[in-house]
């Protein structure tokens, strides 16, 4: 089946840099997004990769490795407005999304 | 510039009513969609539609329909509300995809309309 398997919460302090994993197993896939949702909000796009590799912007960068089904978001210089659900969402040629279930992340004081 | 919107916010239905919930963009995209989130889930896609006049299923399109009669609206309808239904309803919408080329399908999302069904 289609599947993309992430951490359910990812706990760190302000200043700290957070890596979240994502695995997938999608039949048609294009390419990896990540999306990021504040509680009660609605979902907003973070990041895009349909290379291998790693996208840079501000202190969000994505990485995709194709070959190994894999690809992280990397959360440099944490806030307390980055606490939020982080999204990990595949791309199938038609461009249509198929979201993870979703990591936490908290960041404390 | 509103961006994409959604109609109602809140909604408590009982069991067997109907209604439409209603999506609107001033983007001009052509493509548009309905998700479902359920708590401590990703979204789910209800049904898309790739233009005016079309719409497809996506993967949970039972006991929903939808019609893209303008551009700018699509409308998602309950025919007989059931408890299962009870969730959080999201509309997006995009730019048209072009195959073959650097595919990059951002979605913007309206802010959502949270339905309960007793």
């Known amino acids: 089946g289609q599947s993309l398997e992430q951490p359910s919460e990812v706990t760190a302090v302000e200043g700290a840099i957070v890596q979240i994993n994502c695995t997938y197993q999608t039949s048609g896939f294009y390419g990896l997004s990540w999306y990021q949702q504040h509680d009660g909000g609605a979902p907003t796009f973070l990041s895009y990769n349909a290379l291998d590799g790693l996208e840079e912007t501000g202190r969000f960068s994505s990485f995709l490795s194709r070959s190994d089904s894999y690809g992280y978001l990397l959360l440099q210089e944490l806030q307390m407005k980055d606490s939020a659900s982080y999204f990990c969402?595949?791309?199938?040629?038609?461009?249509?999304?198929?979201f993870g279930a979703g990591t936490q992340v908290v960041v404390t004081p | 510039n509103a961006g994409v919107t959604q109609t109602p916010k809140f909604r408590v239905l009982k069991t067997g009513q109907s209604m439409t919930l209603l999506c609107a963009q001033d983007m001009n995209h052509e493509y548009m969609y309905w998700y479902r989130q359920d708590p401590g889930m990703g979204l789910r896609l209800i049904h898309y539609?790739?233009?005016?006049?079309?719409?497809a299923k996506g993967e949970v399109p039972d006991g929903y329909n939808v019609s893209r009669l303008k551009k700018q609206n699509f409308l998602l309808g309950l025919e007989s509300a059931a408890p299962s239904q009870t969730s959080v309803y999201f509309c997006?919408?995009?730019?048209?995809?072009?195959?073959?080329?650097?595919?990059?399908?951002?979605?913007?999302f309206g802010p959502g309309t949270r339905l309960t069904v007793l």
């Open positions: 997006a919408s995009s730019y048209a995809v072009s195959q073959g080329l650097q595919l990059h399908n951002e979605q913007f």
């Open positions: 969402v595949a791309t199938d040629s038609w461009g249509k999304l198929q």
């Open positions: 539609s790739v233009g005016e006049g079309t719409t």
